[in-house]
């Protein structure tokens, strides 16, 4: 697959924003990797075939690479996308806090186990692709 920033910028804000991401924000990111094109790696450049051909591993990948290469060019890419995702008034209730009760700390508790388990799945993921 080329060079897609059109589904690069639908599936991460996807990913980010647990919603299809606006118009103006899939252009900006459009924008943004036109004038600041980011250089991927033959290995990368397969891993992002494969994360937009199965959108369903993104989540699994994008903690491995936290873990095992967090300069990563791909998460380079991720990053630009929550920037611009975090800056829009229509998102900024994802980004404030709010206030929760106590017992959301058992929440954050399962998030991180959650995203540890997620990060040995794209590990192994990672092996195989």
């Not at 380079?76 to 611009?84: D, E, R, T, V």
Request: a positive charge.
């Amino acid at each position: 697959m080329e060079n897609n920033p059109l589904l690069e910028a639908q599936l991460f804000g996807k990913y980010i924003l647990n919603k299809p991401p606006t118009p103006f924000v899939i252009s900006l990111y459009q924008e943004a990797m036109v004038k600041t094109p980011i250089k991927l790696t033959d290995r990368e450049k397969k891993l992002l075939d494969f994360m937009l051909r199965h959108p369903w591993s993104i989540k699994f990948l994008d903690a491995a690479l936290a873990y095992k290469d967090r300069n990563s060019n791909i998460r380079h890419k991720m990053f630009i996308m929550l920037a611009i995702c975090e800056c829009q008034p229509d998102y900024v209730d994802q980004f404030l806090t709010k206030d929760e009760p106590w017992f959301y700390l058992f929440y954050i508790l399962w998030v991180g186990i959650r995203g540890i388990l997620k990060a040995i799945v794209g590990i192994l993921m990672l092996a195989v692709i």
